[in-house]
């Protein structure tokens, strides 16, 4: 492979893994702002309420995170990773960096956040105990954001970096 393949194949590879995970992090919080309200409702008298069915008719899961995040950003992140552990000096290590935090976000999704929210939606959990589920996944779903926050950053930054030694 010359060069000028190499160069551009990793351009494709950055251009893809960073609009994909800035898509990620819109939509992620998109739905902490828009959508979670509209599941976890605040009742002025008595606290919070889960909403398993407004969850289910949601279904953000297999509406849309499946097509953004699930088989996209998953498959990106694993490809991406490879192509960075082959750069050299300071791009691999911003390159691997997104790679790793992005990894990080999928391997704290499957285990967690998918999971979860199946349970929250099945709508056999007790009230009080899907209200403080519901509440832990919210709030772990910030922690969730700075991740993929950082992996895009990271990434960005590794594609400045790649324009930078294509300018030269």
Do not use: C
């Not at 297999?62 to 995040?69: G, M």
């Not at 509440?135 to 790649?162: E, G, P, T, Y």
């Amino acid at each position: 492979m010359n060069v000028t393949t190499y160069q551009t194949q990793t351009q494709i590879l950055l251009w893809l893994f960073v609009i994909n995970l800035g898509i990620a992090l819109g939509a992620g919080l998109y739905e902490a702002r828009i959508e979670l309200p509209q599941w976890l409702i605040v009742l002025p008298e008595s606290g919070y309420q889960w909403n398993a069915m407004g969850a289910r008719q949601a279904n953000t899961g297999l509406r849309f995170w499946v097509y953004v995040t699930t088989v996209p950003l998953t498959l990106l992140t694993l490809v991406n990773a490879i192509a960075a552990w082959r750069s050299r000096g300071i791009l691999r290590r911003w390159w691997l960096g997104a790679a790793g935090m992005a990894a990080a976000d999928r391997i704290f999704t499957f285990s967690y956040f998918v999971p979860t929210m199946v349970k929250l939606m099945s709508g056999t959990l007790p009230e009080s105990e899907a209200v403080s589920t519901a509440l832990q996944w919210a709030n772990l779903n910030h922690f969730r954001h700075v991740i993929v926050l950082i992996a895009w950053l990271a990434a960005l930054k590794a594609f400045s970096l790649v324009y930078e030694r294509t300018a030269r």
